[in-house]
């Protein structure tokens, strides 16, 4: 099943693992959960999995992914209150950011982590400044990722588009 939107890369799931540090035992949320290949990479280091995504296909596909996971379907500000508390947390999809990001820094644990994952560049400077005016922000970067394919009998490298990750830390 192919999902909308832009897949979380392979190696900017490894850059966010690195950046997340997540820890045995520690509650990770995945906003934006998509295909649960995020979560599914988060599962190696801690058991406490929780995803949101707000469409239904997404979440199975999550669920199928990580099945000890608890993956639910609906807009992250509603579903944000009924979680325990957040140590680390990928961002996948940012619609309706202004509403939810207040109620996961009140959800985040001291020493919360908090990566968001994103394609386009005001959505990225939007979220580096409401992290900014939250006290939390650490970092903005860009990720270019290459693949290489034949072209006549050789090797060249074809561009993905490049990624966006802003981090911050409660």
Sequence with gaps: MKLAGTA??????????????????????????????????ASRYTDRIYGIDR???????????????QFSCGEAADLLPGLPGVDRCFIGGTRGIDDFLPILLEKARPGCTIVADLARLAVAARLAQLMKEAGIFQELIQIHISRGYELGGDIALRPVNPIFMVIGKC
Excluded at 23 to 35: A, E, K
Excluded at 55 to 69: F, H, I, N, T, W
Aim: aromatic share 4%; with cysteine; net charge neutral.
């Design 55 to 69: 469409r239904k296909e997404a979440v199975q596909m999550s669920r199928g992914a990580v099945p000890q996971g």
């Design 8 to 41: 979380t890369q392979e190696e900017n799931i490894y850059i966010a693992m690195g950046k997340l540090n997540i820890q045995p035992g520690q509650v990770f949320l995945d906003i934006g959960c998509g295909s649960g290949a995020v979560s599914l990479a």
